[in-house]
């Protein structure tokens, strides 16, 4: 079955770029998401990337997929200390209009000032 | 506009007892979704909703049922609730285009079953 795969802890000091990466399975995904979850809070969509594109940019971040290796990975310009989240990568499973999401574990982003 | 909230944020159980959580969202969406969060473990989809009166399985369904009776509402329910149920559940709504569109959270109701 689809799996979603991520390391759970990244530390990096406030300035420096995050890389945070994901590996999944299911290459029939159309959409490949991140989600960033504040403590106590719920999710939140921080940016998608529909499978048959490489990169995508949106301000501080950039989504890289390569899809022949099945890895996304998301990278944070200029870490600041409120980017201390929880990051999640999901992909979609099944029909496209369930949206269905399988999510990863989630990596801990610890930035130190 | 409140978007999606969730009733109620804390609860604890004995093993056996029942309890119904509420979801409510107000961005007029069709399909809501239950998710449990695990350490280490990410989310899991316990049931959903592609529109009022229906429901779907997910990942992780056992030990739990739901309803969608009106649109803006997602109930889940746990009859006769174990220890293993011991979570956070999160509730989330999204739009009609189905994976194009962003799923909104509730802020999660953590559930201890001792």
């Known amino acids: 079955g689809e799996d979603v795969e991520q390391s759970l802890f990244l530390s990096v000091r406030e300035g420096d770029s995050s890389v945070i990466n994901c590996t999944y399975t299911d290459s029939s995904s159309t959409y490949l998401y991140w989600y960033k979850q504040e403590p106590g809070a719920g999710l939140q969509l921080l940016t998608y990337?529909?499978?048959?594109?490489d990169m995508k940019q949106d301000q501080r971040l950039t989504v890289l997929l390569n899809k022949k290796d099945k890895h996304l990975s998301l990278r944070i310009a200029d870490t600041q200390t409120g980017d201390s989240a929880i990051y999640f990568c999901a992909e979609s499973m099944g029909p496209s209009n369930t949206g269905k999401l399988i999510f990863g574990q989630g990596t801990t982003l610890q930035v130190k000032p | 506009n409140a978007g999606v909230t969730q009733t109620p944020k804390f609860r604890v159980l004995k093993t056996g007892q029942s309890m119904t959580l509420l979801c409510a969202q107000d961005m007029n969406h069709e399909y809501m979704y239950w998710y449990r969060q695990d350490p280490g473990m990410g989310l899991r989809l316990i049931h959903y909703?592609?529109?009022?009166?229906?429901?779907a399985k997910g990942e992780v369904p056992d030990g739990y049922n739901v309803s969608r009776l009106k649109k803006q509402n997602f109930l889940l329910g746990l009859e006769s609730a174990a220890p293993s149920q011991t979570s956070v559940y999160f509730c989330?709504?999204?739009?009609?285009?189905?994976?194009?569109?962003?799923?909104?959270f509730g802020p999660g109701t953590r559930l201890t079953v001792l």
């Open positions: 990337i529909f499978s048959n594109m």
């Open positions: 909703s592609v529109g009022e009166g229906t429901t």
């Open positions: 989330a709504s999204s739009g009609a285009g189905g994976s194009t569109d962003t799923q909104y």
